[in-house]
């Protein structure tokens, strides 16, 4: 092990369900060849480290512009890609930003790579063991200490401390059973983008994000922020269209990824391609904007990591100040949340936003759920939208 990396994995487990953002075409035939590990406080800078990790295992995350051979090769299997998972804590830890409270789940690690190859047939699935009972949630705080903190990020905004602050609340259940069959009906909620779980020793996360945090195909950086939110109703749809706050909002954050995608050495002009289109994901409307520019070859996966993450809609702007008021409003770590979730094929990179996303811990299960506050933020409306955001993920898990 060293800072943090395991270079040889012992006999594989099979998985919890797929990867998030796997290529169709070869799900259900991962097999493990090998697993990074680097949680909060350990040495070294981990976007350089998960970068060195992934390039050592043949994937060409030093330019990230020029497309990959298809059939790398390593050891008895045919690398099929990796899985890469991205804390908000690490992501703070790459943009030089503040790091937050605790996470509620220390055991999983901050960033986790998971290298895999191709099995010739299908790999079996962990099997059901039928049992499974989700107990009660307990909240990180109470509405009227959420609507405070709203209320807090108004008058920084008022003070010109910020222009817009992410405020993410954190709930708890106890649970018993095998909770393979609750995550995988997470990651298959409508509109899962991203879909998939990733687990390891005591531990497992699954994903519905919708969200693209950043893509890279075909000599092309994209992101695709997600900021405004109705209920997936004829009326909802026409409120979000028509309100000036949540237009306001999502124009602010387009702003800010534009700019992160500029600060990439090599990139071409930013441009705007699609701005607020209206998406469903599960019960809900969001709005989306596309953002994309070309990319030099030479770019690597450890620019990208500390331009992009933590991501823009979930953190706000300025960025750093953003990062700076979180730290000291939110009472509990983001954990698995709010952080950079997907996939890094030979040929192309894929990862989502982790909103929309759950852990469990070997005995509770966990979901993060916030939104944008602006200086119009009304609190019992802010507060009513991250509940909207988790009753979906909740639903699933309880079914």
């Known amino acids: 092990m060293v800072h943090g990396m395991e270079i040889n994995d012992h006999s594989p487990r099979p998985p919890l369900g797929p990867p998030p953002g796997a290529p169709a075409a070869c799900q259900a035939r991962h097999h493990v060849l090998r697993v990074f590990r680097w949680h909060r406080g350990d040495p070294g800078d981990p976007a350089e480290l998960v970068s060195g990790f992934l390039a050592d295992n043949g994937l060409p995350v030093r330019s990230l512009g020029r497309t990959g051979d298809k059939d790398k090769t390593f050891g008895d299997g045919t690398i099929c890609g990796a899985a890469l998972y991205v804390s908000a804590d690490a992501g703070s830890v790459m943009a030089g930003g503040s790091v937050g409270a605790a996470s509620p789940v220390p055991g999983i690690p901050d960033v986790y790579a998971v290298v895999y190859g191709h099995t010739r047939e299908s790999a079996p699935m962990v099997p059901q063991s039928g049992r499974w009972r989700l107990g009660s949630w307990i909240e990180s705080w109470t509405r009227e200490e959420h609507a405070s903190a709203v209320e807090r990020v108004r008058a920084a905004i008022g003070r010109g401390d910020v222009y817009q602050v992410n405020v993410v609340g954190h709930g708890s259940a106890p649970y018993t059973g095998d909770p393979g069959p609750a995550l995988r009906r997470v990651a298959a909620l409508p509109g899962a983008r991203y879909g998939g779980v990733l687990g390891g020793d005591g531990w497992a996360l699954a994903t519905a994000s919708p969200e693209t945090l950043v893509e890279v195909r075909d000599g092309r950086v994209i992101t695709r922020p997600i900021k405004g939110t109705r209920p997936a109703t004829a009326a909802g749809r026409r409120e979000l269209l028509e309100s000036a706050k949540e237009r306001a909002e999502h124009v602010m954050i387009v702003d800010l990824e534009r700019n992160d995608l500029a600060r990439l050495p090599g990139t071409g002009a930013v441009r705007v391609e699609e701005l607020f289109a209206v998406r469903q994901w599960c019960d809900l409307w969001q709005a989306e904007s596309v953002v994309s520019a070309s990319l030099d070859g030479d770019v690597g996966l450890a620019d990208l990591l500390r331009a992009v993450c933590p991501g823009g809609s979930v953190t706000g702007a300025p960025k750093l100040a ?17 952080g950079a979730l997907g996939w890094i094929g030979p040929g192309h990179l894929d990862l989502g936003l982790s909103i929309r996303t759950v852990a469990v811990d070997g005995s509770r299960a966990h979901a993060w759920a916030g939104g944008g506050i602006t200086a119009d933020s009304d609190p019992i409306a802010e507060v009513d939208e ?7 993920i909740r639903a699933a898990l309880a079914l």
């Open 386 to 392: 991250a509940a909207a955001k988790t009753a979906p």
């Open 322 to 338: 953003a990062l700076a008021e979180i730290a000291r409003l939110e009472p509990v770590g983001r954990g698995v949340s709010m």
